[in-house]
């Protein structure tokens, strides 16, 4: 039987982190701290950022109506309102959620990228977030949208990128990449980014980065080892299910991360992750 190439030393901190932050998550639906969530939703990305004292930010939202699950833990009960959202691209284990967040909460603004879609699904989504009153953008590389002392600032994809894309593209290449920053600390979210597209970001002035969210649920068709070292993560999580169908996360990219000495943390394995942002 093959170990994990995680080390025993980084799976034991990275349980007694989420531990930590498990026992005081009950504070944190009173809107008394900031933080973010990665949410565990199976095989899926999505996470749910809070910043004090009321403001609720989203970036993907899982394949099924698990995200609500998450949401109800985190977010005050008498807070119905997403003040922004994220679709880092059209597939449905990130945008599949999203149908069912209007149930629930009113998403104000979408921030997605839909140049070309002929997917029912997706079509049904801009339906019923339209309905719901939903204000859809667009937004490309180079682009910022601050909400009180929080950042994100789109890397990927340009709008040349995006114009020139066709629904036959694979919609990875074209996974929002976005550098939110808040209070000192950084996380980089990735999508399901490719290595094409990752090699693309690697002239950018990247900075050291708090928390790297692992392209592609850890797929080896995802992260490149110079993209890992140009970002430097001091925390890498994984969002990705239990015994999913795709092997992910690969033992390839699990090797990458252990050499690079960063603390993994998996969703599959700790359930919801939590970082305080205070």
Not at 40 to 63: E, M
Not at 66 to 78: A, P, R
Not at 96 to 114: T, V
Request: with cysteine; glycine share 6%.
């Amino acid at each position: 039987m093959h170990d994990s190439p995680v080390s025993k030393t980084g799976f034991i901190s990275a349980i007694i982190f989420s531990l930590l932050f498990s026992i005081t998550s009950y504070l944190y639906g009173q809107n008394n701290h900031s933080f973010v969530v990665f949410c565990d939703v199976g095989q899926g990305d999505a996470s749910y950022i809070h910043i004090r004292p009321n403001i609720d930010i989203l970036i993907d939202a899982g394949k099924g109506s698990s995200v609500l699950g998450c949401l109800s833990k985190y977010m005050s009960v008498n807070d119905k309102t997403i003040e922004i959202a994220f679709l880092s691209h059209l597939q449905s284990d990130h945008y599949g959620g999203y149908q069912y967040i209007p149930l629930r909460y009113k998403i104000e603004r979408l921030f997605m990228n839909y140049p070309k879609t002929t997917s029912i699904e997706a079509l049904k989504l801009l339906k019923i977030l339209k309905h719901n009153k939903t204000t859809i953008e667009p937004i490309f590389a180079g682009a910022s949208i601050q909400i009180q002392a929080a950042k994100f600032k789109i890397l990927w994809p340009t709008e040349d990128y995006v114009q020139a894309s066709s629904a036959s593209d694979d919609p990875n290449n074209g996974s929002q990449i976005i550098v939110f920053t808040f209070n000192g600390h950084s996380i980089l979210y990735t999508g399901d980014a490719s290595p094409k597209t990752l090699k693309r970001l690697l002239e950018q002035s990247i900075k050291k980065i708090d928390i790297l969210k692992i392209p592609h649920h850890g797929s080896k068709n995802g992260l490149i080892n110079e993209f890992l070292i140009l970002a430097d993560p001091t925390f890498s999580v994984i969002s990705v299910g239990k015994n999913n169908p795709y092997g992910h996360p690969s033992l390839e990219i699990l090797d990458m991360l252990e050499k690079s000495e960063t603390n993994v943390l998996r969703t599959d394995v700790l359930g919801d992750v939590i970082f305080n942002l205070d």
